[in-house]
């Protein structure tokens, strides 16, 4: 038994090189029985193997991207050059257009004035103060990384929680302080010292965690790996006090908070991580889920399907909003509401609500006011940046905004408007950031009076060893070997052959299998790359939707959104790990939290495509632009989402042949 179990502890040392070998030959009956044909057992061959190392991570998710580089063209299914044709595509310059301007706005720091500013704003409360955690977060993860995105705010959020919980205990001391000691922190607990530190040194949890999830991907996702936090404001003339205190200076020791305080230092962390999630969904360059259906329905529908910025951001807008609002209410009722309602009757002891919660309320909010002060006014650098990243959203769009009745778009100036795409946009801005001063230009009467520096060109708002630092290579290569996967899929058969077996579906209602599929999805995305998730399931939704005479965006819109929602697990997702990381939540907490938050986005995600899908995608009817393999697809006068069945309006219809 002891040999065994020692047996057993070193096979599992080597599990990742375990499911090396044993993966590909696990699928290699593919191969040589040959049971679906030639080309779909060859294209079945290569999913099964690259799903396989996503999913367990055998080895780098970037690396595993590079397969069909190497598998296609030996197994005679495509030619090399076609195959690498899949790893620059427009929806990949799309993507690093958009991450050069997110870029330039972290290397100004223009996004922590913009969250600063917006908190300052929601007031003092800390429910308050949540939505305009939740606020910011998810509106700048609609533009930058989510993984850095939250990698800045967390680090606010722990400093206004220093101060409320630090003002909180020494309010329960008696003690009285003046607008001066509202930036110390004293604790009536005084026997240990504290466990935690917050500043982005080596010493910080999410360096550590950042080195051991190099390999995790999360649409966002992974531009901001090693990236230095923002330093944190530490309370002036504490020294007495780091002696004395459990709660000190820029740490706290989370096992001498009570109840009531541990639920705020939860909710605040979770209301971080969970908006960064939400946040990316708004824009189809916010996530990497977002970019693969892009570039998928892209490959396989064209331009005609009318995926393109503007229309994604006008359906998918309004569900993240009310996403971000209901999580708001659950994280409330969770973790503060609970905690005010029991105090309701002393209201005055109450650290969400009441006279005693104000005095702490306020030295939380002193700490962003502070924040903000040491930003200073703003730089020519912040407004220049500022004002590409408006020009940039203006001109995505704008450029084809079926929106605005009788307005064609800009690119109808140029002469062949189709050839015009939103990378093109994005890549443009980005190009200006390396040309625009960083500072005022000191050119004859535009040099000011006190101007004393050099004639002579001022630096780029952005140079090319920052931006190579920075922008997220392994990200790309993700998207192009999945842009590569589906290409292999319609080029071996497997597409059709898969759209084939799944005929036998077509009894069911498209809202069944749309909430069947969304289901499997949110959760098999809690364990895997959000980015892998689309890239393996939304070719083959293409093929199902086919099949069964179903608008092919009304199965991979609803997918591609809960591809983003992975709250349960800290592994799901980088923001995830990052707020685990700082030592407030459990496993259990974000379980509790998560499961609920995936339940709500399930059943929003079937609500939105269920009625906003119509007038954005008109996803009801089987579109011209989809191919009609079984040749009864094509609806005449009537609603049709699959042959013989009954609609969502309960009307039978049957799918006629032209």
């Not at 690498?84 to 972290?106: P, S």
């Not at 650290?351 to 005693?356: D, F, L, R, S």
């Not at 498209?510 to 949110?522: A, E, F, G, S």
Request: charged share 15%; with cysteine; hydrophobic share 45%.
């Amino acid at each position: 038994m002891g040999l065994f179990k020692r047996f057993a502890s070193e096979l599992w040392a080597f599990k990742k090189t375990v499911l090396f070998v044993l993966i590909p030959l696990l699928a290699s009956p593919l191969l040589i029985l040959d049971p679906i044909g030639d080309g779909p057992s060859k294209g079945a061959w290569v999913v099964i193997v690259m799903a396989g190392y996503w999913i367990f991570e055998v080895v780098p998710l970037a690396v595993t991207s590079l397969l069909p580089v190497i598998l296609y063209p030996l197994l005679g299914v495509q030619e090399s050059d076609d195959v690498c044709r899949n790893y620059l595509k427009d929806t990949n310059f799309l993507f690093v257009g958009g991450l050069i301007v997110a870029v330039a706005v972290e290397h100004w720091n223009l996004h922590k004035r913009i969250a600063l500013s917006v908190l300052m704003l929601m007031g003092s409360q800390p429910r308050w103060l949540m939505l305009g955690f939740m606020l910011t977060t998810a509106f700048l993860s609609m533009w930058i990384s989510n993984t850095a995105t939250t990698a800045m705010m967390i680090p606010i959020a722990q400093a206004v929680l220093l101060q409320l919980v630090g003002e909180n205990k020494k309010l329960f001391k008696g003690e009285e302080g003046d607008d001066h000691d509202a930036h110390k922190v004293v604790s009536s607990n005084d026997d240990n010292p504290p466990s935690y530190q917050m500043d982005g040194g080596n010493d910080n949890p999410l360096a550590i965690m950042e080195d051991e999830k190099e390999t995790q991907v999360d649409g966002e996702e992974q531009s901001a790996n090693k990236q230095d936090f923002p330093k944190n404001a530490e309370p002036e003339d504490t020294t007495k006090e780091i002696e004395e205190s459990a709660v000190t200076g820029d740490t706290i020791d989370w096992e001498k908070l009570n109840e009531e305080e541990r639920n705020l230092s939860k909710g605040l962390m979770l209301c971080v991580c969970y908006a960064a999630n939400i946040g990316g969904t708004a824009t189809l360059t916010g996530t990497g889920p977002n970019l693969v259906i892009g570039g998928v329905v892209d490959d396989l529908y064209g331009a005609e399907a009318g995926l393109n910025f503007a229309s994604w951001m006008f359906f998918a807008l309004p569900g993240m909003i009310i996403n971000l609002f209901l999580a708001w209410l659950w994280l409330q009722f969770l973790y503060l509401g609970r905690s005010c309602v029991a105090c309701c009757r002393d209201c005055t002891t109450c650290i969400t609500c009441g006279k005693k919660g104000n005095t702490a309320n306020k030295a939380g909010h002193e700490v962003i006011k502070n924040e903000y002060k040491k930003l200073g006014s703003i730089s020519w650098a912040e407004a220049s940046v500022l004002c590409h990243f408006i020009v940039l959203a203006l001109l995505w769009l704008l450029r084809e905004p079926g929106f605005i009745p009788g307005f064609p778009g800009w690119s109808m100036l140029f002469p062949v408007s189709e050839y015009i795409s939103d990378a093109t946009a994005a890549i443009f801005i980005s190009f200006l950031l390396f040309v625009f001063p960083s500072q005022p230009p000191n050119f004859l009467c535009c040099r000011t009076k006190n101007d004393t520096s050099d004639i002579g060109p001022r630096p780029a708002l952005l140079d090319w060893k920052t931006a190579q630092r920075k922008l997220p290579w392994s990200v790309i290569l993700l998207l192009g070997g999945g842009f590569a996967l589906a290409d292999g899929c319609q080029v071996s058969g497997l597409s059709h052959w898969l759209g084939g077996q799944f005929e036998s579906l077509s009894f069911m209602s498209p809202v069944t299998i749309n909430i069947i599929i969304v289901t499997i999805i949110c959760f098999f995305t809690e364990f895997t790359s959000n980015t892998a998730t689309a890239t393996i399931f939304l070719p083959i939704l293409a093929a199902v939707a086919e099949s069964i005479c179903v608008n092919p965006l009304y199965l991979m819109i609803p997918a591609t959104v809960v591809c983003s929602y992975a709250f349960m697990l800290p592994v799901a997702t980088p923001p995830n790990a990052i707020a685990f990381s700082y030592g407030t939540l459990t496993v259990p907490d974000m379980a509790k939290a998560g499961i609920v938050m995936n339940i709500m986005g399930i059943c929003l995600i079937n609500l939105m495509i269920n009625t906003l899908g119509a007038p954005m995608f008109d996803v009801f009817n089987y579109p011209e632009w989809a191919p009609d393999i079984n040749g009864t697809c094509r609806d005449v006068g009537l609603t049709t989402l699959s042959p013989n069945m009954t609609t969502m309006y309960g009307a039978t219809t049957t799918c006629v042949c032209y």
